[in-house]
């Protein structure tokens, strides 16, 4: 729908902060454009999907973000080589930077998956 990236972005702004992480930071701008990224292909690509799901969620160590959606066309890490696939790629790349990963999963039941992005946090962080 028109406002889903937004709507998610200032929602995962705001989670953000009450974790306690630096508006400012190099993992703050990335955690946005990760989320930004993965909702606008939820919106591009999901279209059999009516809902789109978004988690953060920080351990000690590390940030995790999960969009999920029901649309049951499965991707893989490897759609991202594709032109197309520009989006994922980027996702992977500011994962990697931080240390971090990308894998999807099957979502229970067959129908849809969710994105998995996890950051390592950097020191200092609280």
Do not use: W, Y
Request: net charge negative.
């Amino acid at each position: 729908m028109p406002g889903s990236v937004r709507a998610a972005r200032e929602r995962t702004e705001r989670s953000l902060v009450l974790f306690g992480l630096e508006s400012g930071s190099a993992l703050f701008g990335a955690v946005l454009l990760v989320v930004s990224e993965l909702v606008t292909n939820t919106v591009r690509h999901a279209q059999q999907s009516p809902d789109a799901e978004v988690t953060v969620h920080m351990s000690d160590h590390m940030l995790a973000v999960a969009v999920a959606d029901l649309d049951p066309r499965p991707i893989t890490l490897g759609d991202a080589a594709r032109a197309s696939g520009q989006g994922l790629r980027t996702v992977a790349d500011l994962a990697r930077t931080f240390g971090g990963d990308v894998h999807i999963e099957p979502a229970p039941g067959g129908r849809g998956k969710t994105v998995v992005v996890r950051f390592i946090l950097p020191e200092g962080t609280p």
